[in-house]
């Protein structure tokens, strides 16, 4: 079994930065394809960004490209999401995601294990 926690949400402005951080534990996650989804109020949760078990290869939704970047530190059992030009569309809880399968699988709903969530609030 895993656990997922995340920290780092916030308030923010807009045009802002906000880094997310993904702390595993129960075993490694070292295995595992990781991920970011979203869900802000009155929405369904979204998928925004996954990286394979490797750090080697990345997905991103459409939505957040060359503004988000999904990385991963398998020595330390962390998945993390940097933010920059935040929006206020961007606002939302975010949730870190694991998955057995691919990246690819992940991002569209192939998740295992989900954390609790975090909240983001951009402020215009």
């Known amino acids: 079994q895993v656990q997922l926690v995340e920290s780092g949400g916030g308030l923010v402005q807009a045009g802002g930065s906000l880094r997310l951080s993904c702390a595993a534990s129960g075993r490694t996650i070292s295995g595992n394809a990781m991920g970011w989804f979203r869900q802000a109020p009155g929405k369904e949760r979204e998928f925004v960004a996954a990286?394979?078990?490797?750090?080697?290869?990345?997905l991103y939704a459409d939505s957040v490209k060359g503004r988000f970047t999904i990385s991963r530190d398998n020595a330390k059992n962390t998945a993390y999401l940097q933010m920059n030009s935040l929006k206020p569309e961007d606002t939302a809880a975010y949730y870190c995601?694991?998955?057995?399968?691919?990246?690819?699988?992940?991002?569209?709903?192939?998740?295992?294990?989900w954390g609790e969530g975090t909240l983001v609030t951009v402020s215009s």
């Open positions: 995601a694991a998955g057995r399968s691919s990246k690819y699988s992940l991002s569209i709903g192939g998740v295992d294990y």
């Open positions: 990286i394979s078990w490797s750090g080697g290869s990345t």
